[in-house]
């Protein structure tokens, strides 16, 4: 089937992780049996039929961004049924993705962030909590894919950590000396201890941070945890795993990241989700320019 064709130009060609090409096949699945209902299939769309599968998922009451992501899902379909030569005209050319209202990204500032990092205290449990956070911000890897690290996946000697992509796109991220400090002081005086002996605790394929009972932390725990330092801090309100995420994502952007390395960085599978950093930076950047230069409103001279 084209379908089965495609989703395995993903897995193999792509390297998209399984949890994206099954959103695609997915996508992918809806749109077919909207096109079969109308007389029609994935290989004789037309223009027509895409519009009219667009506005059925406006009149179902989907917002926007998913109309636009499913949109999305077409577009790289055909692409691949053209480079494959099965189709000679894409039927989502020129049609328009619906416009999204900006929303603000929420992350913490410079100041913030070293506040947050320094709120962890010397104990077994606050050693664990400040290479956690140290480690969160240093790398802007995700919450899930933190929690599911193991000892194998970290190089300190060369100061790197490895993503398997179960939840992105695989990758190989560095980290500053002061998360590998945090780390290096984790592994030596606490974790071994919060083990208590019950596995090997340096089985590389041991998890990377455990809780007091020497298991793998939860998502929730890690929410525990940073509700608690971000009350110490006095981010609380803003504080989230997102947010921390695009904070390292935010601060890499003002201090000159190109697109394309941060989109690396992040583990995005669609540069479009690294975009919208650079977008907030220039929305900052003009916000300020009209606060602050003496001309920015000059009156026109006609």
Same mark, same amino acid.
């Given at each position: 089937m084209i379908k089965d064709s495609f989703l395995q130009?993903?897995?193999e060609t792509k390297k998209m992780s399984s949890n994206t090409v099954e959103a695609y096949n997915r996508d /992918?699945? =809806?749109?077919d049996r909207f096109l079969n209902a109308r007389g029609s299939s994935l290989e004789t769309a037309t223009n027509t039929d895409v519009v009219a599968y667009l506005m059925d998922l406006k009149s179902e009451g989907k917002s926007k961004s998913t109309v636009n992501r499913k949109l999305a899902s077409?577009? /790289?379909f055909y692409k691949f049924m053209i480079s494959t030569g099965r189709l000679s005209k894409d039927p989502t050319e020129e049609i328009k993705s619906p416009k999204i209202a900006r929303k603000d990204i929420d992350y913490l500032s410079i100041e913030e962030v070293e506040a947050l990092l320094a709120t962890p205290d010397d104990s077994l449990k606050g050693k664990r909590d400040r290479a956690l956070l140290e480690m969160l911000y240093a790398t802007g890897v995700r919450v899930s894919e933190i929690i599911e690290m193991r000892l194998q996946d970290v190089n300190l000697k060369m100061g790197f950590v490895s993503c398997s992509g179960t939840h992105g796109r695989a990758r190989i991220v560095p980290m500053g000396k002061p998360a590998m400090a945090a780390l290096a002081d984790y592994l030596e005086h606490s974790r071994k201890i919060m083990m208590k002996n019950e596995n090997d605790p340096d089985d590389p =394929?041991?998890?990377l941070f455990v809780n007091y009972l020497g298991g793998p932390m939860t998502r929730q725990g890690f929410w525990k945890i940073l509700k608690q330092?971000?009350?110490k801090a006095g981010v609380e309100e803003k504080l989230t795993p997102q947010t921390l995420r695009n904070s390292f994502a935010m601060h890499m952007v003002q201090n000159g990241v190109d697109i394309k390395s941060l989109q690396e960085l992040m583990g995005h599978e669609d540069i479009s989700a690294t975009q919208v950093?650079?977008?907030?930076t220039k929305n900052r950047i003009k916000d300020i320019y009209d606060r602050c230069h003496p001309r920015a409103d000059?009156?026109?001279r006609g």
């Open positions: 130009y993903l897995r /992918i699945d =809806a749109y077409l577009r /790289i =394929a041991g998890m330092y971000g009350t950093y650079f977008g907030e000059f009156p026109d």
